[in-house]
């Protein structure tokens, strides 16, 4: 897989999988763009772990609504054409139905929401318009296990998922012409700062036995499926929704 002197916007770039996703795209040779929405210690130090290339930092929630276009805009100042955006950025809170006030239940799918799905449909937007004057392109959507196997803890963010999963197979249809691939990968629970603050040290243990691997999946595993997704070579598996999970959940 060869990306040199492609120019890629990665969202929720700071850390995690999306760090990870960074330093592959440029490890290969990539031009990246980091989008992060208030870590600035955690982009600068993404950013340092760059090999030498052309990257920079865009700051800004890609949730609110005004957002996606001005990131597209700004980064195509920079870099003239996008060949790959990776729509990493998502937001997971815990909001059991018979445990929240419902004032805490709307405010939970409204942010999981506009952040998990309502921002991707708007980035995928802008982006696809670039794109196609470029004659071709590369989306890449992260989603999860919870879109198949559902999320009683966070109902918001399984569903989120689920809507994601299907932007991304109906807009992979209307893409098609215009030589842009739209791929999906789905992780499991992913050994990242964010999965270990969200559990206890019971759920993490019960959670390291769903996989007969007895761990969580490396960040560096994930963005590796990235990559493929996002490679060349990948176009005709556009719709595809590959899962990273560890045979932790088998769908059909």
């Known amino acids: 897989m060869e ?6 916007l990665i969202t929720g770039g700071s850390k995690g999988i999306g760090r990870a996703t960074a330093i592959a795209f440029a490890n290969k040779g990539a031009n990246v763009a980091i989008n992060y929405k208030s870590d600035d210690l955690g982009a600068k130090e993404t950013l340092s772990l760059l090999k030498k290339g052309n990257h920079m930092l865009l700051k800004g929630d ?5 957002v996606p276009e001005v990131l597209i805009n700004d980064f195509i100042k920079k870099y003239k054409t996008l060949d790959v955006l990776i729509n990493n950025a ?3 809170i815990f909001h059991e139905i018979d445990k929240v006030s419902f004032e805490d239940w709307k405010d939970a799918w409204q942010t999981t929401m506009n952040t998990n799905l309502i921002s991707v449909a708007n980035l995928c937007y802008w982006a696809s318009k670039e794109m196609i004057k470029n ?3 590369r989306i890449v959507n992260v989603s999860s296990r919870g879109a198949f196997r559902g999320e009683p803890n ?3 963010y399984g569903s989120s998922k689920a809507g994601l999963n299907s932007l991304s197979q109906s807009i992979a249809k209307s893409l098609a012409k215009y030589n842009i691939g739209v791929g999906v990968v789905a992780p499991g629970f992913t050994d990242t700062e964010m999965a270990k603050s969200a559990l206890t040290d019971e759920e993490k243990e019960s959670l390291l036995l769903e996989s007969p691997f007895k761990r969580m999946a490396e960040p560096d595993e994930v963005a590796h499926t990235i990559l493929f997704l ?3 070579q990948a176009l005709y598996t ?3 929704i590959i899962d990273v999970n560890g045979a932790s959940y088998l769908r059909t």
């Open 3 to 8: 990306f040199k002197n492609k120019n890629v």
């Open 62 to 66: 890609v949730s609110d609504e005004g």
């Open 90 to 92: 998502g937001v997971a």
């Open 135 to 137: 004659n071709g392109g």
């Open 154 to 156: 966070m109902p918001a």
């Open 230 to 232: 996002a490679s060349k």
């Open 238 to 240: 556009s719709g595809a």
